[in-house]
Antibody
Framework: EVQLVESGGGLVKPGGSLRLSCAASGFTFSSYSMNWVRQAPGKGLEWVSSISSSSSYIYYADSVKGRFTISRDNAKNSLYLQMNSLRAEDTAVYYC????????????????WGQGTLVTVSS | QSVLTQPPSVSGAPGQRVTISCTGSSSNIGAGYDVHWYQQLPGTAPKLLIYGNSNRPSGVPDRFSGSKSGTSASLAITGLQAEDEADYYCQSYDSSLSGNWVFGGGTKLTVL
């Protein structure tokens, strides 16, 4: 069974840092691009970042560019999101989601999704 | 403000047909990029419902269908059931400077 399990969320003060992890199982992790998508409380979905299977291609939403860093370890079947200089507006459930392709692109869709991990930025 | 525009809510009685629209622009749907749809049941993660405008993943009932025309796309649900009550999101790719993969704001479907 394909499974994605996020961890690392929690309460952090504005300006602080947090590192999210996503453990993948049930598929060949190194063959797929991966994504982070977030959902603020009561709001819609927002794509955050994407990394290709070999980490060659990395993209960020403008809202997190320069503050967040996506990475992966194919040997550990794991995806990461390092979040620095956190702001109140970063408060959200963060989902990791598998891309359809080895190299993400205009045709990409996201399936499956993990259960999400909540990040709360508050003083 | 989402790049793709969806109605905030739609409703229908059991057995009825409802449609959810997703309106974009010339930098996303109008540019020919595919539209995908996700269903998010209360308290759960999103689930892929339709990919590539009109294709259903295995396990998705054929009551769900998708279409695309011009700068818009639609999700149709026929034979509404109580378990269809959920939030629905469209997603596409945007070639403008501001973003890459974009979502609609979501539509809450209420089964009356």
């Amino acid at each position: 069974e394909v499974q994605l399990v996020e961890s690392g969320g929690g309460l952090v003060k504005p300006g602080g840092s947090l590192r999210l992890s996503c453990a993948a199982s049930g598929f060949t992790f190194s063959s797929y691009s991966m994504n982070w998508v977030r959902q603020a409380p009561g709001k819609g979905l927002e794509w955050v970042s994407s990394i290709s299977s070999s980490s060659s291609y990395i993209y960020y939403a403008d809202s997190v560019k320069g503050r967040f860093t996506i990475s992966r370890d194919n040997a550990k079947n794991s995806l990461y999101l390092q979040m620095n200089s956190l702001r109140a507006e970063d408060t959200a459930v963060y989902y990791c989601a598998r891309d359809r392709f080895m190299v993400q692109g205009a045709l990409s869709w996201f399936d499956p999704w993990g259960q999400g991990t909540l990040v709360t930025v508050s003083s | 403000q989402s790049v793709l525009t969806q109605p905030p809510s739609v409703s229908g009685a059991p057995g009825q047909r409802v449609t959810i629209s997703c309106t974009g622009s010339s930098s996303n749907i109008g540019a020919g990029y595919d539209v995908h749809w996700y269903q998010q049941l209360p308290g759960t993660a999103p689930k892929l419902l339709i990919y590539g405008n009109s294709n259903r993943p295995s396990g998705v009932p054929d009551r769900f269908s998708g279409s695309k025309s011009g700068t818009s796309a639609s999700l149709a649900i026929t034979g509404l059931q109580a378990e269809d009550e959920a939030d629905y999101y469209c997603q596409s790719y945007d070639s403008s400077l501001s973003g890459n993969w974009v979502f609609g704001g979501g539509t809450k479907l209420t089964v009356l």
